[in-house]
């Protein structure tokens, strides 16, 4: 089954290409099925790259996907465009009032602020809680994820002494799991943070469940049951070529930066990057929109009674 986009949205026509299906919502709505709606919160600087990024994996799945693109209502953007922002994005306290099965919350580049200095972090507090009465299961990534569990379960974010850059080997911790099903006993994840959560205060936080998780870069993948929730501080999502993109970027500005780890053939630069995360990622967020599937009213009104 597709993924339904509106035509004109940059993602459309990037995995028509791709050959991920894709339906415009016109042609949607003749479909006699319920499609499962599920919000991206957008917090990241570009807008278009990271829809590209969520679409490819939850586009994927044999279930008709309904995705909607949500922004906070006041933070103005200053690297998409103000027409793509007001053509495809809806602000948080339009859709407020709707029911959603599944809700992304991606990162965003403020890791070195505290929580509350964030100029938007009343209203996105107000997400959170709205997601246990409005949303079926909620899946925060990377700054996203630690917003929450620091939300729900007081569990801080420490800054590092250097960023954790480059691609990593993560543990298979539960390997029973619904959302590794099809998991090996290891996998490779790209990392690109300047923080982390520690694995200890996680533990002491009643309810948490780690899925994934290194001695490298710590906790991975956790899962919240009690607030159906999952939060990941890595990124599967990421395309083959974006710890290229923050490398070259940082390298040109003269910004102190190190060759991202296990990243490159040889560590080498001047060689092509290989995606070795692209079927783990699929199997995850595949196995996240099946758990919704299996577990979401068909009444979208009763989703958080």
Not at 86 to 101: C, G, L
Not at 127 to 150: E, K, L, N, R
Not at 155 to 173: E, M, P, Y
């Amino acid at each position: 089954m597709p993924i339904t986009l509106p035509e004109s949205l940059p993602a459309f026509d990037v995995l028509s290409r791709e050959g991920v299906m894709v339906m415009s919502p016109e042609r949607a709505a003749r479909q006699d099925i319920r499609p499962l709606r599920i919000g991206l919160l957008n917090l990241m600087p570009k807008k278009i790259q990271t829809e590209n990024q969520f679409a490819r994996l939850i586009g994927a799945t044999p279930l008709q996907i309904d995705l909607s693109l949500i922004r906070m209502s006041e933070h103005q953007t200053k690297n998409t465009a103000a027409e793509h922002m007001e053509a495809f994005y809806r602000p948080f306290q339009e859709v407020k009032a709707e029911k959603f099965d599944g809700l992304i919350i991606t990162g965003a580049p403020i890791e070195h602020l505290p929580f509350d200095q964030v100029t938007y972090w009343d209203e996105l507090t107000e997400v959170f809680d709205w997601t246990q009465t409005h949303v079926q299961s909620t899946f925060g990534v990377c700054w996203g994820g630690m917003a929450m569990i620091y939300h729900f379960h007081g569990v801080q974010k420490h800054s590092l002494d250097r960023k954790a850059f480059g691609c990593f080997r993560q543990r298979n911790l539960a390997p029973t799991s619904h959302y590794l099903r099809g998991f090996s006993d290891d996998c490779i994840i790209p990392v690109s943070r300047w923080t982390e959560m520690r694995q200890a205060e996680i533990d002491a936080a009643p309810g948490l469940h780690t899925l994934l998780g290194s001695d490298e870069v710590g906790p991975c993948l956790v899962e919240d049951p009690g607030h159906r929730a999952l939060y990941i501080f890595n990124h599967f999502e990421y395309d083959s070529d974006t710890l290229k993109q923050e490398y070259d970027r940082d390298t040109a500005a003269g910004k102190p930066i190190k060759v991202p780890l296990n990243y490159y053939p040889d560590d080498n630069p001047a060689m092509r990057p290989l995606n070795r995360w692209r079927s783990n990622a699929h199997l995850l967020y595949g196995n996240w929109i099946n758990e919704i599937y299996q577990s979401t009213p068909y009444d979208p009104q009763n989703i958080g009674r």
